[in-house]
């Protein structure tokens, strides 16, 4: 029996339930510049994951829950700018599905939030292909990353859409905004320390204080722009030919063209600082800054050093991951 929307409910078996998750993400180099059309490097960061599961509900409606941030809500209660409403109405616009089941969209994340980790989008990649898969459908990646990509401006304003390709793909790349995305090779393995500053960074807020600095003086900040440009092209050379113990001065040099956009701050400082002291290559900021989160390259026997450093510096959560 299909039914106005087009979809044969009889096929459905709604006792089932489907899950599906994603990871996060952290950016290695060119974060802001990449809304002016350069290039960045970002990979995902599988030691934290975005959760969700979609299972028949006994009350009518379409419900949503993320005991994360306090929410239970039937979504017509919701408003279409809400963004976990906002991803789950997109799949049903996508199947052309008029009349949903009745349904709970249940969401749990070790992702922090507002950190630079990516957790807005890891969440509606999760939502978004397990509803897909809960109504029958296995939407393609370039599908889920699009559909994505809509809720990350309701998080940021003005996305690079990097948050969304990399969770989506779960793989390191090259990206620059508008073109095909790049599958980022690499070389030989490398350690980072991620540190969290505890400071919440909604990354809408520094993007726009970016915008605000390039429409004063597009000349000045251009040139910024293409600096750090530059250090991606050769970071991503060095990262493909096994030799990532010269992405140390880079990450240097990008976090001072970043404090010079003013996106840093002093906790994020400190904590760049400590890392270096404790023996890491190199440290950077990492996102969209004034908070959340800061990278180092490390030896990978001096993780535990440098995360202990940072954890003394302030830090108040830190990750050891490994890209490979």
């Known amino acids: 029996m299909v039914d106005d929307s087009g979809y044969d409910r009889q096929a459905a078996d709604w006792s089932a339930r489907m899950t599906a998750s994603a990871p996060g993400k952290i950016i290695l180099f060119g974060e802001h510049a990449v809304v002016y059309g350069r290039p960045a ?32 809500a039937e979504l017509s209660c919701l408003p279409q700018d809400h963004p976990l409403a906002a991803a789950v109405r997109s799949v049903f616009s996508t199947l052309d599905i008029e009349t949903p089941p009745d349904c709970v969209i249940h969401v749990d994340s070790t992702i922090p939030v507002a950190s630079g980790l990516g957790s807005g989008a890891a969440v509606s990649v999760a939502v978004i292909r397990a509803l897909a898969a809960y109504l029958g459908h296995r939407l393609p990646d370039e599908r889920v990353s699009a ?33 095909a995305m790049e599958r980022l090779q690499v070389g ?54 096994g030799a990532w113990r010269g992405l140390g001065k880079l990450m240097d040099t990008n976090h001072a063209l970043l404090q010079e956009l003013t996106v840093s701050s002093e906790a994020l400082d400190r904590l760049v600082e400590a890392a270096r002291r404790a023996g890491a290559l190199g440290a950077k900021l990492s996102g969209g800054g004034r ?19 940072l954890l003394a510096a302030g830090a108040t959560q830190t990750m050891i991951t490994q890209v490979d």
Do not use: C
Not at 190 to 218: C, H, M, Q, Y
Not at 228 to 241: G, Q, T
Not at 291 to 309: D, K, T, Y
């Open 41 to 72: 490097l970002a990979v995902p960061v599988t030691e934290v994951r975005a959760t969700a599961s979609v299972q028949r509900s006994t009350d009518p409606g379409v419900w949503l829950e993320a005991p994360v941030i306090g929410l239970r």
């Open 147 to 179: 559909l994505a990509y809509e809720i990350e401006k309701l998080h940021h304003g003005t996305p690079s859409g990097i948050d969304n390709t990399v969770i989506t793909y779960a793989q390191p790349v090259y990206f620059v905004r508008g073109q």
């Open 188 to 241: 030989a393995p490398f350690t980072l320390v991620i540190g969290n500053s505890g400071i919440p960074a909604p990354t809408k807020e520094s993007v726009g204080d970016v915008r605000r600095l390039w429409e004063a003086d597009p000349p000045r900040w251009e040139k910024v722009f293409d600096q750090i440009a530059d250090i991606v092209r050769r970071a991503r050379e060095l990262i493909e030919n």
């Open 291 to 309: 908070g959340g989160n800061m990278i180092a390259l490390v030896e990978r026997q001096n993780a535990p050093v440098v995360a202990e450093a």
